[in-house]
């Protein structure tokens, strides 16, 4: 029983904070009409953390200076914005020699600059 109350508290203080964030997203969103107001944040609050997901993604791709995105926990911040937030500065392109050589792995020699070739 303890084991249920430790996951229950957070996730329903996730819930809580997602359905905050897309209501004052809704809220402060000009270019939607009162039907449509109601309508998502009825939407945000009988849907789990999709319904609040869903709506924050919409009102970013018409809206998004109405979203305060300080506040958006890190799990949901792909699905909202829809595209990685931190860029990874260590990843190869796809038509990189290093990945199309055959030798993967990390640290691959075929991108050292010649010395192994």
Same mark, same amino acid.
């Given at each position: 029983m303890e084991i249920i109350i430790i996951f229950e508290f957070p996730g329903l203080l996730i819930y809580l904070w997602m359905n905050l964030i897309s209501s004052i997203a809704i809220k402060h969103d000009d270019t939607l009409n009162s039907f449509q107001k109601k309508t998502q944040t009825i939407l945000i609050w009988l849907v789990p953390y999709l319904g609040?997901?869903?709506?924050?993604?919409?009102?970013?791709? &018409?809206? /998004?200076?109405?979203? /305060?995105?300080?506040?958006? /926990?890190? /799990?949901?911040?792909?699905?909202?914005?829809?595209?990685?937030?931190?860029?990874?500065? &260590?990843?190869?392109?796809?038509g990189s020699s290093s990945i199309s050589s055959g030798h993967g792995g990390h640290g691959s020699v075929g991108d050292a600059g010649g010395v192994g070739e």
């Open positions: 609040s997901s869903i709506v924050l993604h919409m009102v970013f791709d &018409h809206s /998004p200076e109405a979203i /305060p995105q300080k506040l958006i /926990p890190w /799990p949901f911040k792909k699905l909202i914005y829809g595209k990685n937030i931190k860029e990874n500065k &260590h990843r190869h392109d796809a």
